[in-house]
C-alpha cells in the first residue's frame, strides 16, 4: 500500500496534530510488509519526505485545505481565503443535540428488533420506555411502522431515514453486530454525554468536524458542525410498576 494516502487519511481524520513518531508507529507494519529488513530511521526518513509532498501538493491554489505543522504535528485546515465561507456554511447547519443513555439504548432495541412496540422494549429494557419513545420521534431517529396484529393493536417502531443518515449507512441491511454497535456508540457519544450520567454505552465514525478544519479556531467556529446528539435526559419508571 502507498505510504502516501495512508498519511493523507490518518492526517485527514486525526482531531488534533498527530506527530511524526504517531504516524511512525501507525504505518511502520506496513511498510515493513512492503520492504522487509528497512531500518526504523529509513521508515521515518521516508514519512517525513511523503509529508513534504503532500504538504508541498496542498499548499497550490488548486486546494481549499492545506497540511500544517502545528503544536510539533501535522494537521489539515481550510486555508485562510476560505474561512469566510466555511464559516458560513457552518452557521448554516442544525446545532448539535445529544441524546441519552436511555434513548441510546431504546434507539439500539429498535434498530436491532424493528419494527417493536414500546410494551417489547420496555421488556426488553426492564423500564418503560414511552417517554424514551417520544424523544427519538421528536428528534425523527424512529417513525412508526403501522400497528402489530394483537390485542390492543400497539404501534410498531422503525428507524427513519434520518437514523440512516446519522450513522452513515445506506440501508438497515448495513447495521453493524450488536457488539460493533455497542462500540461505535461508546467512541461516538461518550464525551457528549449529559451531565449526571454513567458512560457505558455507545458516533463515526467519524472525521473531523468544520470547525476542526478552520485554522484560526476563533469563536464564530462551526458550532453544529458535527452531527453529534443531544437532549435532556429522560425520567424512566421500571417495567415492573409500569401502570397498566
Known sequence: MSLRPQLEAIIYAAETPISLDQIFSLVKESVL????????????SRIRATLEELIADYSGASHGIEIRQVAGGYRMSTKPEQHDVVRAFAKSLKPPFRLSL??????????????????????????DSGG???????????????RKAVIGRPILYRTSKEFLLRFGLSDINELPSMEEFEKLLAE?????????????????????????????????????AAAEFATEEETETPASIKPE
Open 102 to 127: 436511555p434513548a441510546l439504548e431504546t434507539l439500539a432495541v429498535v434498530a436491532y428488533r424493528q419494527p417493536v412496540t414500546v410494551p417489547e422494549i420496555s421488556e426488553i429494557r426492564g423500564v
Open 188 to 224: 461516538s457519544f461518550q464525551s457528549d454525554l449529559i451531565p449526571g450520567e454513567s458512560a457505558s454505552a455507545e458516533e463515526p465514525v467519524h472525521s473531523p468536524s468544520v470547525d476542526d478544519r478552520a485554522d484560526d479556531r476563533t469563536d464564530d467556529s462551526a458550532e453544529g
Open 132 to 146: 424514551v419513545i417520544a424523544t427519538l420521534l421528536d428528534r425523527k431517529l424512529v417513525t412508526t411502522a403501522g
Open 33 to 44: 510488509a512492503e520492504t522487509p529488513g528497512i531500518e526504523p530511521a529509513e521508515i521515518k
